[in-house]
């Protein structure tokens, strides 16, 4: 079957559950599958993102992920990131891999030495995205996606996915962008539509109340008040808005686009991150 017409899936690795969007290709793209599979605790010895990959293996072996080109898209809770600026000194990609990895160092100390460090690409200028993920995680996922061989098309953070979801609609604006997930909230400050600030914290249930309180101490951090009010945020878990404080923040909740059979009602908001299937 040509690449062009074998349906596009993708997975998105929680700490305690996975979300599956199958979607079939062609004239018309329709979603054909949806899941939500929880996670068996793994022991406590384990890495936290051990019970993700656990659930993942025998979805790889079997007719679920069969047949489809898969794109992994792994929570923040996985993934640490940095911003590298843009300087004549960090003029190679090697320069500012290493500036990357010096930030994640003086951050987590020597806990970096056996992570993978990506840059995402960024608009001449601005700077750029670093993400690190543990070596043994992405070894640990390139095993257990074996049996799909070249149908296992590639592997992005949950943060970079939410961002391409939205990057049309952002344009060139500066405003601020927040992705909601599982127990993680991360709040970046888009200028011209790129990154120029960037904070990922672990949240609870209270975390719409606390926003605005977040979004005024990241103004503060910045040293003085940002081009911008406006707050996009982005949950598939989550859609609350936030209460804003004295209308200085004017928030609203990002709603993808349903493609072929999805409403994005409710119980399709989990999905909502993999809207197309696969991300962009």
């Known amino acids: 079957m040509s690449p062009l017409w074998r349906d596009q899936l993708g997975v998105v690795l929680y700490p305690d559950h996975l979300v599956l969007v199958r979607v079939k290709t062609g004239m018309r793209r329709r979603l054909q599958h949806t899941e939500v599979i929880p996670t068996q605790p793994a022991s406590p010895e384990a890495p936290p993102w051990q019970a993700a990959v656990d659930a993942l293996k025998p979805l790889a072996a079997s007719d679920v992920l069969g047949r489809a080109d898969v794109t992994?898209?792994?929570?923040s809770a996985f993934v640490r990131y940095v911003l590298v600026p843009r300087s004549d000194a960090l003029a190679s990609d090697a320069d500012q891999v290493a500036f990357a990895r010096h930030r994640f160092g003086t951050i987590h100390g020597k806990d970096i030495e056996d992570w993978l460090i990506r840059l995402a690409?960024?608009?001449?200028?601005?700077?750029?995205?670093?993400?690190?993920?543990?070596?043994?995680?992405?070894?640990?996922?390139?095993?257990?996606?074996i049996p799909l061989g070249p149908r296992y098309a590639s592997l992005q953070p949950h943060l970079v996915t939410s961002?391409?979801?939205w990057r049309k609609e952002i344009g060139k604006r500066s405003v601020w962008f927040v992705v909601v997930e599982s127990g993680v909230m991360s709040v970046a400050l888009l200028n011209e539509g790129e990154f120029a600030t960037l904070r990922t914290m672990r949240v609870g249930t209270r975390w719409a109340k606390e926003l605005p309180s977040v979004l005024a101490r990241e103004e503060f951090l910045n040293e003085g008040p940002a081009a911008s009010n406006e707050v996009l945020v982005f949950g598939p878990l989550d859609q609350r808005v936030p209460e804003a404080l004295a209308g200085k923040w004017k928030f609203r909740s990002l709603q993808?686009?349903?493609?072929?059979?999805?409403?994005?009602?409710?119980?399709?908001?989990?999905?909502?991150?993999?809207?197309?299937?696969?991300?962009?």
């Open 121 to 145: 690409p960024a608009a001449a200028r601005q700077a750029r995205l670093a993400c690190a993920i543990e070596r043994p995680l992405v070894e640990a996922l390139d095993d257990a996606m």
């Open 72 to 75: 992994l898209v792994l929570s």
């Open 163 to 165: 961002y391409n979801c």
């Open 256 to 280: 993808p686009n349903a493609i072929s059979d999805m409403t994005l009602a409710a119980a399709d908001a989990p999905f909502a991150v993999l809207q197309d299937g696969v991300p962009a």
